[in-house]
Each structure stands twice: as C-alpha cells, then as structure tokens.
C-alpha cells in the first residue's frame, strides 16, 4: 500500500510545512532499477588503512568516478569535489583509543557532501578474533560509532559496518557491490560479518545464473518479490504456496518462467512431496511463508499458538532437516530464513510469532557451524515495517508509528527484503553464515 505521508512531505507544499513545524521528513529513497549495471552511479570516497588497496582492485568495476584524501590524481576535497555517493573507510587499523581520531577526521567533512541516499560502509576487524584486548576494544568501538552516525544521516543515507574475517578480503566485492547500491537502500545500522568462502560469482550481471532456487510463500508480497528478483539474477526459480494461492501462483509463475508446487509446508507428508518435485537438487532454499495470529497472552488461543509456530518455525525446520538428509540441498547451498525484527525486540500481542522468529535466527546460528563443512550457509533476514498486505491490516496508529520509527522514517518495500535474500543466495555469501541481517531502516526496535 503506498505511504501518503512521503508523497505529501516531498511536495513542494508539504516539504515546507513538514520542515516549519520539525514533522519527519522522510525522502524517496533510491533503489535499483531493471537494466542498471554499476553498483555506484557518482563519486565513491575510499580512505583508511591497508584494506583500500583491497577495494582499489575492483573499485574501477563499482563506479568510474573513484576518490581519494590527497593523493594526487583523484583527490577529493570537501566543498569543492563532487557530491558522494558511496564511501568506503577502512578502520581495520585501528588499534587504540587514541586512533579512534581518525573516524572523526574521515568523515566529518564529508558529512556536508553526501549526495542523496548515499552509502556508506566501514571495515573493520572482528573483535572476538583479536587476542589484544585494547584493539579488540577499539574495533568494538567501531559499532557504537556506526551504528550512531547511520542515526545522523539525512537525505536517504545508510551506512553499515563490515568485519572483514581472515582470508575475506576476496568477498568484499560481493558485499560492497550490494552495501554500496541502491539493492541495500532501506538497511542502515548493520554490523555483518564476513568470513573466507571459496565459491566465486562468475558473472556479476546474473549472479545466481544455474543455481536452483525454491520460495515458499511465494504467491505474493515479500515471497513474490523474492521469487522476481531471485529470477533476475539468473536463478531458476521454484514457486511454492499454498493449493488455495495457486491462481496467483500460477499468473507469477508464467511471467517469471517458473514451476510450481502447490502445497501447505505444514502437510503431513510435505518433506516427501518437496523431495519429489525437487529431483535435480536445490541450491537457494528461502523460507519466507509465514503467517501472524495476534493476540496478547492472556488471550492467546491454542489454535493460534500452534497455527503460527507450526508454518513459521516448525515446518522451515522439517523441510530444511529433510532436504538435507534427502542430499536435495546441494552442498554451497545459501538457506535464507524470514524472521522478523519482532523476533529480535518482541512486540506485544506477538509472543507467539516473536517466539517462532526468534527461533529461526537461532535456528541459523546453531545450524550454520554444522553447516559449514559442506559449504552451505545459513542466515536470517529480519524485515521491519514492509508495505504488504500483512502490515495493510495493522490499526491506522500502530501502521504510522512502525513506518515513521526508523532512520529512514518510512515503511520498506517487499523488494528492499528480496534483494538481501538475493545477495545472501549468491555464490560468494557464503563469506556470511549464522547471521541476522536486519532490512528495517534502522528502526528504533530492538538491538
Ligand atoms: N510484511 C512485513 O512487514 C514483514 C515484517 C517482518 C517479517 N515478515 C515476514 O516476511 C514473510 C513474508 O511476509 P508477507 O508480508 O509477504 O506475508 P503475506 O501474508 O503477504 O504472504 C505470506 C505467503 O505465505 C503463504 N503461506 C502461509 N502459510 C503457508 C503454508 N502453510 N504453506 C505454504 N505457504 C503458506 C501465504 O499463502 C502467502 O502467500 C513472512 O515470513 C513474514 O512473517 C514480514
């Protein structure tokens, strides 16, 4: 459903009004549109320590417009160079308190020059794998200051932090190629880990070209748009909702070139019948069905109780058990589990479903160690506010207050949630596993 409230605040009345009376302002943000090719459509800023030369390497295939601090070719000075679209700062160096400086020198005056929905990024290292514990400490610091900056930035800006892990280096590609563009445009605030993973992207244009892709809950909302955008990286995708959805199915399943399976992952008989549709194996596996039935606590039914952590929790474990055990999950498989920013910061009236998304972000801790051997990574996508028929259905108050309580003081589209599953079913993420990536805007709820 659209968001009133953003066409009237970037209206020429209401832009005056929202301003004179300090209402939010939120801005239309920026986001990928069908046919664009580079990552970076302006100015990319990289500074910092030995990670840039890193970046430097593929820099040229992100964007054509590459700067730096005082070197002297494409040197970058406040005021006076362009707008940014993108900066990369490594704080991997950092070591001490004292060298904490340098995060307020960096960015500082490019704060004032930052074009609309601009991206940022830091690099750091993860604190836990560091033995000395003042560098540890600095790196850790890093979070605190990113997570706060992404609060200060205006215009659409997000801004994220990335561990850089051993032998990581030759992910960061992948992962600025998605953190720097507009695929990431309604996730701020985030700390991601990255680790080693020897399966490359061959083509960046269809980068899920020959893999095997199945979506439940695929009929509409969030599910359809994952199946569309899965579908546009090259994967072959596999349709799957329930037998009462399959006309919508069916209609999506024709414009994408897809298959079908019509089927409730909660049947008795669901693992077997999944198994037999799936003879040539899977390589995406993405459990976005999902279903809410609110009620506070003292009046939770037990038919709403089950009804939920049957279909949310329940049945993405028994699928994922079964195709495993079957050998239909290939090995480097990418398994992405729909969770909810509720399962993070609980929401009331939702004990049930906060518990069944809870459940599956540990679900990809607990699996993805177990999962590494075969290369297969596990994560968790946790949306906030996204405009689908889900959230249509909230009261008008509680509607406005979760789309305005974020950095980006709006609602997300079912496509911001799609391209984090994309980037996640890629080859190379598997450098990300036992992870919760929030797609909130940075919403005031939860960590
Ligand atoms: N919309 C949001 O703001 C939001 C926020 C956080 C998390 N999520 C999660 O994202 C996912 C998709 O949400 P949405 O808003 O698109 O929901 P939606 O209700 O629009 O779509 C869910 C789909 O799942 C299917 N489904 C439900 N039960 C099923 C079953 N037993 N077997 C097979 N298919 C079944 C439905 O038929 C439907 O097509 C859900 O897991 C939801 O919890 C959504």
Redesign the pocket.
Known sequence: MSDRYIDFANSSLGHRLVAAIGLPSPVRLERWQAGRLRPVEGALLLGGGALVSKVQAFANRLTDAIYTYGTETSTWIPGHGPKLKAVVFDASDLQHTDQLKQLREFFQPLLKNLDNSAHLVILGRAPENLSDPFAASAQRALEGFSRSLAKELRNGGVLQLLYVGDGAEDQLEGALRFFLSPKSAYISGQVIRLEACTTPVEDWTRPLAGRKALV????????ASIAETLARDGAEVIL???PQ?KADLDALAARLGARTVA????AEDAGNQLIEHLPEGLDILVH?????RDKTLANMTPEYWDAVLA??LN?PQVLTQALLDSGTLHDNARVVL?????GIAGNRGQTNYAAS?AGLIGLAQAWAPLLKERGISINAV?????E????AHIPFALREAGRRMSSLGQGGL?QD?AEAVAWLGQPGSGAVSGQALRVCGQSLLGA
């Open positions: 439940t809950g695929a009929a509409r909302g969030i599910g799957l909702d329930v959805a089927l409730d992952i909660c976005n069905a999902g279903i809410t279909v949310n049945a729909l969770a909810s920013i509720s998304k946790a949306p906030g506010f996204i689908t028929q889900m959230t079912p949630v």
